[in-house]
């Protein structure tokens, strides 16, 4: 099936005993069992089922099945948020002493859990000095575990070249993590140009109205982790934590989704609710339609500002100007995301007032909600990076970040122009 169909059908058939069409909620903690025999041998793993929410909830099953799909990806495990993906993407592969390597351009709350909460835990994160493929390779030795990037950076609407960066991790013997929030499974998959795993926030536009948390992980099943026991000896070798479980004897191609649900969301508990599961797959059933409406919104907002004598400069990879056009052209099909930064004239001082002066598009920190959404990542999401930091991630003191929505686009664009005035008083209309 066709990524629009996947997102409405995908992981479901109509409930067999009640019929419903609707994916139902099943809002439960546990499940019975038929007699002792039974409930061993779920916990042995030889009968399929449920045991208990926090490890696997049928609702939830069938949002996993439909992201998976989306993903073109073997198998996913959801979770709480798109941070606990992050998190648990990059746990399940590494230890005490080991190393990941990442693009410096990364959502703030995964650089501050890269830079400062995973080397408390005695795992070190090496920023590379960009996004390139070389410069990423130059950082990897024994100890390194896997790279990560974001397909498209937030806020920094970089593209990572994903085809040059899973050769270098291969060669290497590591996996590919990718967050694929900004762009979508509707624009792009990672899988297909050699990611291994691949997370999602579903709080953005996979969810799409910026009315429920959920994160997503996703497996490509391309890994070969048994092949590169010496680095990953955890898929391989028996669990003590698990009886003595085997990932990759009992669930070959499917190891790294089964040990990410059975140590981590096991024992870490970052589950999702049933109900919101529900009204995640209530979102995505609109997703492809959704985007194509942002990804022309987003094209008409960001010819508008190029022009506008009261923004310096406008980061949007659809412009053939752009140092990331000839990726979007391979990577996006052309279709440059709805998510853009501007540089307003009258640098930080010019921003504040910009921001402070819009009406229609919402101050917030959040991205690809049906609104039109802004923020000044200087002083939110990036707050805690020092200047430099903020410099190597995209970030810069006269910066808005733009999310555009899916109103009606001669209203959004009223609203960036009256406040683009009303930030440089002297200016006449645009428009
Ligand atoms: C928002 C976001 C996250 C975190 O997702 P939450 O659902 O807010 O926890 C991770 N990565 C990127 C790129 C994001 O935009």
Known sequence: MKRETIAIHGGYQVDPTTKAVAVPIYQTASYAFDSADHAAALFNLEAD???????????????????AALEGGLEALCVSSGQAAVNFAVQNVVELGCNLISVPQLYGTTHTLFAHVLPAQGVTVRFAASDHAEAIAKLIDDKTRAIFCESVGNPAGNICDLEALSKVAHDHGIPLIVDNTVATPVLLRPIEHGADIVVNSLTKFLGGHGTTMGGAIVDGGNFDWKAHASRFPAFSQPDPSYHGLVYTEHYGKAAYIARCRSVYQRTMGAVLSPLSSFLLLQGIETVALRVERHVENGRRVAEFLRTNPNVEWVRYAGFPESPYHALAQKYLDGQACSLMSVGIRGGYEGAMRFHDALNLVTRLVNLGDAKSLVCHPSSTTHRQMSPEEQRNAGVFPEMIR???GIEHIEDILDDLDQALRAAQPATPSTR
């Open 49 to 67: 089922g449920f045991r208990y929410t926090r490890i696997q909830n049928p609702t939830t099953a069938v949002l996993e099945r439909r992201v």
């Open 402 to 404: 733009l999310s555009i």
